[in-house]
């Protein structure tokens, strides 16, 4: 059974840079028939796609987080991780990673979540 | 960008009756839509991909219909289980966008 998992630090500052980490169980992020997600939940809010990352490690992101997003890919430890700049309350959610299927060169729905991870950006 | 629509936003509803959810896109997105049970401290459930296909594992009682902008989910007799949030996500234009969810509760 596929597992995904995430970590990193719970409370950040704003101004700061958020590192998050998913670690991947039960399958290897180097398969080329997935891709793997950051996805976010504010508050009573709904769900936001933040950015995928391909087995080759390119990625592609949100147009409205672009400038402040990098999600890599590390198939030796078999996690993938996002990495959040200049953050502000507006960036407090629930954040999630999840596995993506890969058809015919094309995205598809998502597989496997993690519980998610609460980021709470204050001073 | 797509935008998905859910109604209702919260769906009361008996044990054992049938619960219906409507997701609408704001253009087409053919058959590519899912829908996912959202618990609160637990993962994600996907329980309907490509419109009208049920993952692995999930009870007869979830299908999904629809296709181009008008998509449903139906639950036809409710278990206990079931009281959550339900939503839909569209994967056939970039980027993949989310509906804002539907609160299936006790009636």
């Known amino acids: 059974q596929v597992q995904l998992q995430e970590s990193g630090p719970g409370l950040v500052k704003p101004s700061e840079t958020v590192s998050l980490t998913c670690t991947v169980s039960?399958?290897?992020?180097?398969?080329?028939?997935?891709?793997y997600s950051w996805i976010r939940q504010p508050p009573g809010k709904g769900l936001e796609w933040i950015g995928n990352v391909y087995s080759s490690g390119s990625a592609n992101y949100n147009p409205s987080l672009k400038s402040r997003v990098t999600i890599s890919v590390d198939s030796a430890q078999n996690t993938f991780s996002l990495k959040l700049t200049s953050v502000t309350a507006a960036d407090t959610a629930l954040y999630y990673c999840?596995?993506?299927?890969?058809?015919?060169?094309?995205?598809?729905?998502?597989?496997?979540w993690g519980q998610g991870t609460l980021v709470t950006v204050s001073s | 960008e797509i935008v998905l629509t859910q109604s209702p936003a919260t769906l009361s509803v008996s044990l054992g009756e049938r619960a219906t959810l409507s997701c609408r896109a704001s253009?087409?997105?053919?058959?590519?839509l899912a829908w996912y049970q959202q618990k609160p401290g637990q993962a994600p459930r996907l329980l309907i991909y490509?419109?009208?296909t049920r993952a692995t594992g999930i009870p007869a009682r979830f299908s999904g219909s629809g296709s181009g902008t008008e998509f449903t989910l139906t639950i036809s007799s409710l278990q206990s289980e079931d009281f959550a949030v339900y939503f839909c996500?569209?994967?056939?234009?970039?980027?993949?966008?989310f509906g804002q969810g539907t609160k299936v509760d006790v009636k």
């Open positions: 490509a419109a009208s």
């Open positions: 999840a596995r993506g299927l890969i058809k015919f060169q094309s995205t598809q729905h998502f597989d496997f």
């Open positions: 039960g399958d290897s992020v180097s398969s080329d028939s997935y891709y």
């Open positions: 996500q569209q994967y056939y234009n970039w980027p993949q966008t």
């Open positions: 253009q087409s997105v053919g058959s590519n």
